[in-house]
């Protein structure tokens, strides 16, 4: 089956500094990324669409300078947190859309701990 | 009115019984339908999905949707502890998900 998987699985940070995640479709080519942040106990909740060699289209209310996003290969995403603060302690999920276009394989997430 | 709907939770069953989660959705251009399990602290996983009104089965589990209603359901059969996570339900738009339901399952 189609696998995505997050690198690292959790961090720990101190407030100011960066934090990238990485996400890749290991067994297929996803031309489309999803990145999502959720919350304890909500669901998750989109922040960009990430497209192979085009930039991202961000959510309302998403910071796209503060949430950079880079899809430079058919099997890589990346997210960076730039100037990481306490309220962007979350939990980052990724996503792949598949072949079919309808479904998508999420990753395993990384959980960001902002001190 | 939210997109998607669904019981938070939690729904605590014992093993073995029949679980029932559903989920409303607002939009009627939703073609296809999706439900996910969530573990704790982990991503989500697609579990089934279909493209039409009626039944799709899978094992233990079984969705089922009335597009006139703009309902669907997840049914799981002799459930277990196993399957005790989040349900999420993802009607149509793949960007859209439900807040999901908590399942528990006891031994």
């Known amino acids: 089956g189609a696998v995505v998987s997050q690198h690292p699985s959790w961090v720990i940070c101190k407030s100011g500094t960066s934090v990238k995640i990485e996400c890749r479709s290991l067994d297929f080519q996803a031309t489309t990324m999803f990145w999502y942040r959720q919350f304890p106990k909500q669901s998750l909740m989109l922040m960009a669409t990430s497209n192979e060699g085009s930039k991202a289209t961000y959510e309302q209310g998403v910071e796209k300078d503060k949430f950079l996003i880079n899809h430079a290969s058919l099997t890589l995403s990346t997210l960076t947190v730039t100037s990481a603060h306490p309220e962007d302690s979350s939990f980052y999920i990724c996503s792949a859309e598949g072949l079919l276009q309808e479904t998508q394989y999420f990753g395993p997430g990384t959980r960001l701990l902002v001190l | 009115q939210k997109e998607v709907e669904q019981d938070p939770g939690p729904l605590s069953v014992p093993e073995g019984a029949i679980v029932s989660l559903n989920c409303t959705y607002s939009?009627?251009?939703?073609?296809?339908f999706m439900w996910y399990r969530q573990y704790s602290r982990k991503g989500p996983e697609l579990l089934m999905y279909t493209y039409s009104s009626g039944n799709k089965e899978d094992g233990r589990f079984t969705a089922q949707v009335d597009k006139s209603s703009k309902y669907i359901s997840l049914f799981i059969r002799d459930s277990q502890p196993s399957d005790s996570a989040t349900y999420l339900c993802a009607p149509g738009n793949k960007l859209v998900f439900g807040a999901g339901t908590i399942l528990r399952v006891k031994s």
């Open positions: 939009n009627s251009a939703f073609q296809y």
